[in-house]
Structures are given as structure tokens and as C-alpha cells.
DNA sequence: TATGAATGAGGTTTCATTCAT
DNA sequence: AATGAATGAAACCTCATTCAT
């Protein structure tokens, strides 16, 4: 989503497009190809365990082209998570921003949508496993996806809760001041993924509906 | 024994130990040195990044002297997360196991006992952060986690969460089937000080006050 | 491809030919030289005393290059033995398996080529020298050596005595059994040059004349 | 023979010898010890390949032990070489010296000697392994066993040749200016055990016949 | 005298990066 | 723009040697 395909919408005039821009274009998809299997490698081995080679072949390039597109393999790297912004979450700010469903419903419906673009996407474990292994390399990215993703969460989540207590539908509570609280099992959820996915599966839609229960009563008017 | 006990005075302490014995206890704190160092560089660089080098110069010792306790880094590697087995276990189920307590008073205590030796502990920051970036490197150290410390945990609170329907103390609800679900703010709390600590601290205590806001409302009979 | 063939005079040349089966035949040429210094190392300081860096010294190549071409010292030392099979002995079998020339005549010839090719020969030296200070280690290879060139010497050899007997030039006795009795002074040859060509050199002119005297007598019939 | 055993003649009396004679016999066992088990490591592994913690294991000493005998590696390897002198040459030379046996006679022990003392002990072919293998590393050891075994083996054949002639019991001939022909098959047999003894294994005895047959054959007066 | 832990130079190997083609 | 051989720094590991005990 954050890069739109807008060159595939006009497949008929490809042909009719000068060299130059079709070259450019050749330029992007080689570049994606890149990036995607740089992702790939990176999200197995972690940064260091990685070779340049590897990344190559895995894009179906020569050896040495990813140093061509990318000057150096931190520079690849920066490039992988800059280009993994995740699910448009301006998207959710709109539909959550305004509403007149009740608070629970909309809870509901969040909480669906977290799991179903978190919890059940193998490409958002693997991002938090980069950030986690190589966090602390790169302060900057653990900063802008904090930016980016974690402190609009809170803001989104947090005046949705406020919202509710205002209309009478949840109770006040500390929590108001960690919104995320009322996240974390399907933090816990991508995280048990992550670790323990092979051996010990986790029922994904009975934890959800175990995190809603626990949370809704939770904040439910005494 | 190539020497004489000459100092034959203080029979209980150190100087009564041969040489033998004495040589030993050495060879246990180098080793236990040489540990300590290699889970910093390790926890701080992630497996690949670590060079041997430098876990020998933190621990003050050549560059050789790990080679030489260790069989290679692989070895030294598993031998640290081995060692690493977190605080005593069975303390707290021979403490949760059987009491007259409220149920919420149980699960305060346990909660707060949690935030004590996970959440404020940056040791066990580290040792999920190694057991995130090198879990795929090795399956075996992730299996023996999750058996000595996550069955357990979860076999400890489902009991205890258990107790409290049979006590009328708390309603029965899907959170029985996943008991991990109660604890899963604390988790979120131990990412939260891994990943943004530095730039946006937590502030746990009152995090935990939220948690058990949520919790103890969520789980409360109706 | 890449490059235009400006110089299309030579038609039959290297020039005519494409970059693809240039870069090939270029690649050949490096793995050969490296292969010649690596026997020149090896032979000088035997397999452990080689170091890698020094044959990519003595190749005038970069340090990690052997290790490009070859995938370990291991594999190198093996290549290097797999290519020295000394000159080509079905020719030797061609030239002395059928002929009218006298049995005297035949042997004075073999003796001789056997000089030319392995006593005057340094490289042979010098691989009879690898062969016994690292056989143990690589059992396969003395046994390809064997295979290749002292079973078909000996064969060869018994034949031309065989023939020797029956048309009643030489006598028969137990040498037979042994025909490599018959080309063992040869053999010490190669090894005084081995040992003491420095400071003792060896006439090999006269020891080869020795050489034939003793075996003519030897074997004519009294 | 190069180390008669004096002290263990006199049993009795190691227990009134003072404690500085005992000291110093034990000295030279051990010495004795390391010596004997660095000769079986060089002759297995050659020089590079042996390392001194397994010359001190098969010691049964500790590791540190041979370098306070020894000053280096390099050291322990010239002292392995020098004490490794041969069978007593000196016996032969007296006991070949003056006889009124025929020189046949004399020829045909001397042959068979060789073989029992040579070809037939195994000692024997590692040290020549030792030699080819590592003479390059040390011209001064190949040239001290030139000197204490080949020329003097040389001249001792070359008087008995002599004498033979003089008395008309063989020819002359060119072998006389390299008597050292008249020995190069069992030359050829230590070389023969040296590489092939496992896979192809020699029958010494048939051999020696052979190589008899062969020479006596080929001095004999026409 | 003997031990074996400790040292650190030096070897093999890996791999990010460069560059001629 | 793309290829892949070539480079050389740097990592892991070995092991001769030292030295406190």
C-alpha cells in the first residue's frame, strides 16, 4: 500500500512508452525485486547472518547488482524496513476517527482488524523480529516506526477509549493513560508466532475472541 | 596435593583447599566470567554480530581463553542461554500452589512478582531479545524456554485462574483456554522497555496498575 | 557481446572469440596457475607448512582468491595432485607393447625414457616426495597413483620380460614375480636427487649406464 | 644401540642410589618417554601437522612438559632425528671388513641383513618418511644421515665389490663407481612398504630372493 | 620438577565491495 | 545496466609457548 502499482494500470501502453521510461520502470521492478528478497534474507538470518549473494540470488540478479541499486548493505537494510511501512493506518484513523457505533463495536472491529493485519501476517512477525534483533544498530528506525505506527496507535486507541467514557459506554480507568494495555495479547499473539509457531500453534481466532472478552469486560460499566 | 596444606589454621575457608581444588574454583569463575561477557556482547549485538574478540576482552581475558573453555562460538553461544535459566520457577508455584487468599489478591501479588523479575529486569530484556533474533538458529533453545518457563507459567495460572471460578471469586470465561492472555501486558511491557526505553520510557508501575485495572475488572464476576 | 569485435583480422584467434568464452577460457588459465603454485608451495613445504597466502602470493593473486577458485586448502591440495599425472604412459605401452627389436634392446630404451621422464624430471621429484609425506593422509590418491602408473609399470615391464624369456634372449628366475625389481635403481635415483641433489649431486648419465649394466648381466642367459 | 641401557642393569641398586642420581635417571626415562612418543607423532603427521599437547598425551605427561625438555618444537624434531641413529653400522663394518668367505657369500648376508634391519622394521621407514618429507626443512639432519649411513654404507660395498673383483669372483663394471645400485631394490622395498603396505602389501622375502637372484646374477664372471 | 591454564601470533575462510568487460 | 571474477579486511580457530602454582 505504500507504493502504489500505478505503473500496471496501463498495461496497453507500455509499448508505446519511450525507452527511457520503460527502463526506468525496468529500474523500479528490479529494485523491488531487490528489496523483496533482501527483506527475505534479513527476516531468516538477521542482519549480519546475511550475504549480499544470497540476497542476489534469492532476486535472481547477479552478484553484484544489489550493491549497485543499494551503495552498501546498511544501506539495503534501512531501505528493507523504510519500505515496510505497514497496512495504511491513515485509512484506519479515518474509519475509527468518527462514528456513531458504539464503543464495543467499534472495539471489536479494531481488534479484528489488528489481527487480521498483524496477528495472521507473516510479514508484520518478521518486521518485529528485525526491529527487535537489530534495534538497537539502528535507534533512527526503531524511531520512526514508533512514530509511524506505535504513537498513532495509542492516539487512535486512546480517543476511541476516551470517546467511550464520555458517552457512558466504558468505564474510566488507568488505562486511559496506556491504551495499549488493552493491545498487548495480540502483541503476545504475533510474538507466540514468532517463537513458537511450529511447535505450539496458537488457535489465532479463539485468542482473539478470549482477548476481546477479557478486554471488553474489562472496561465494561461496573 | 603437589602441596602442602601448610596453612592448616582456618579449616573452613579457602585456604585449606589443595591446589587442585583451588585451580578448579578459578577454572568455574573464569568460565562464569567469560559467560557473563558473552551474553552482554551477544545480548547487545545479536549472535552473527558478536566476535569472539570482544567477549574475551570484556572479560579481561585473551583472545584465545574462550576458544579454550568454549568449543567454538556455536558452543559458547548455547552454553550462555543455557545458563540463563531465569529466576527460580518452582518458587512460585510452591507459592501460588495452595493458599486461602483471594483470588485477586493472588494474582496482584503474582503480577506484580512478574513485573519485578521480567519487566524491570534488563536481563530478561536480553533473553527474549536472543531468543527473538537467533530462535530460527536454534529450534532446541526455544523448545527448552518455552518447556521450563511458558508450560509452566501457563499450567501455574491456568490452575490459579482455575481456583477462582471453582471459589466463585472470578467468572469463567474463554481466557480459560489461553491463561496467557492475563499476563500479556506484562510482555508488552518488556518489549516496550526493549524497543523504546531510551526514547520513550514506560512508566512500569504504572503500567502494572493499568494492567491490573484491566485484568482484575476483566476477570471480576459480573 | 558487450564488446564489438574490432579486430577481426585473425579469424581463427582468440579476438573472434565472444567476451562469455573469453572470460571462461581466462578463468581456466587462473585456476591453472594457481594450481601451478599451489604444487610449487606444496611440494616446497609439504601440505601443513603451505599457506594459503602464499600461493596466492606465488600466483600473483589476491589472498582470498585460491579459496575462490578451490573451496578449501583440502580440495586444492587434491586438485593439484588429481592434475600432475605424470607424462602419458599409454604412449609407453603403445611404443613398447609389440615389436621385433630385441629384448636387450627394448629394456635399454625403457630404462632410458623411465630416466628421461622421472629422474631427470624435477616435478617428479617432487610429487614422489608429496605422495610419500602426505599419502597417509589421502589413501585415495596413493592409490590412484598406483592404479595410474606402478600396475600399469609393472604390467608392462612383466610383459617385455615375458616375451624376453620365451624367445629365449633372457633367462628365466624369480624377478619375474617382482618386475619392478628391474627398475629400482631408477627409483633410488629419484630419491638421492630428492635428498642429497644439493650436496652430493648424482651422475645420473653413469648410474644410469650402472643402472643397465647390472640388469643386462642379470637377466642374459648364462 | 645408540643408547645402551646402562641403568636398568643394575636393579638393586637404584634404591642406594642418592636421590641426585635417581633425580637424573628419571630425567632421562621421561626424556627418553618424549622422545620415543614425538618420533611416533612427526612419522605419522610429518612436522607441521603434529602438535606438541599430543607428543605430551601420548608422554603421558602434561601438556607444558616437553618444552621444558625441549627448547622449541623445532628442538624436539632435530633431537627426535639424532637420536634415531640406525642399527650399529660400525658391527657391520667390522663384520664385513676381512673375511675369507666368498664374496657371493658375503653379498648374499649383507642383502639379507639390510632387509631384516631395513626393509622388515618399520622404524626404519618412518624415519625415511621423516627425511623425504621434512629434509628440505633441515639439510644439516639429511646431511648428518648421509654422512653416518650412506657413505659409509657406500664404502663398505664398494671395498667388498672391490675385494670380489681382485679375486675374480665377480666382474668389473660400472656398478663400482655406484655400488649403492647393488642395494637400490631394497630401497625400492622400504619405499614399496611406505606407500602401498596396506592396499598392496610385499612378500620381503620373495622379494629379496628376487633382488639376489637378480644381482648375483648380474656380477657374476661371465 | 611438573602441571595445565593462559597468551597471542598466525593460519584458514568468509564476504562486502569493486571494477573490467 | 548487468555480470561475476577479483580484492583484502576481518572473523574464527589453532596451537607453540609461557608461567603461576
Avoid at 521510461?21 to 523500479?28: L, S, V, Y
Amino acid at each position: 500500500m505504500s507504493k502504489p502499482p500505478l505503473e500496471t494500470d496501463q498495461p496497453a501502453n507500455a509499448a508505446t512508452q519511450d525507452s527511457a521510461t520503460r527502463r526506468r520502470r525496468d529500474r523500479d521492478v528490479r529494485e523491488s525485486e531487490i528489496l523483496e528478497a533482501a527483506f527475505s534474507e534479513f527476516a531468516a538470518h538477521g542482519y549480519a547472518a546475511t550475504r549480499m549473494e544470497d540476497v542476489a540470488r534469492r532476486a535472481g540478479v547477479a552478484k553484484g547488482l544489489p550493491n549497485f541499486y543499494f551503495a552498501s548493505k546498511d544501506a539495503l537494510f534501512k531501505a528493507v524496513l523504510r519500505r515496510l511501512i505497514l497496512p495504511d493506518w491513515s485509512a484506519l484513523e479515518a474509519r475509527f476517527g468518527q462514528s456513531d457505533r458504539t464503543t464495543a463495536d467499534l472495539l471489536r472491529e479494531f481488534v479484528a482488524l489488528i489481527y487480521e493485519r498483524l496477528v495472521d501476517n507473516p510479514r508484520a512477525h518478521q518486521l518485529l523480529r528485525l526491529l527487535i534483533a537489530e534495534g538497537p544498530r539502528m535507534p533512527e528506525l526503531t524511531e520512526f516506526y514508533y512514530a509511524e505506527f506505535i504513537e498513532r496507535a495509542i492516539a487512535l486507541l486512546g480517543s476511541l477509549l476516551g470517546r467511550g467514557v464520555e458517552r457512558g459506554e466504558i468505564r474510566p480507568g488507568p488505562y486511559a493513560r496506556y491504551p495499549q494495555v488493552i493491545m498487548a495479547p495480540a502483541l503476545m499473539a504475533v510474538l507466540w508466532n514468532l517463537l513458537f509457531a511450529t511447535e505450539h500453534p496458537l488457535d489465532c481466532a479463539g485468542f482473539l475472541e478470549a482477548h476481546l472478552d477479557l478486554v471488553l469486560n474489562g472496561l465494561a460499566v461496573p
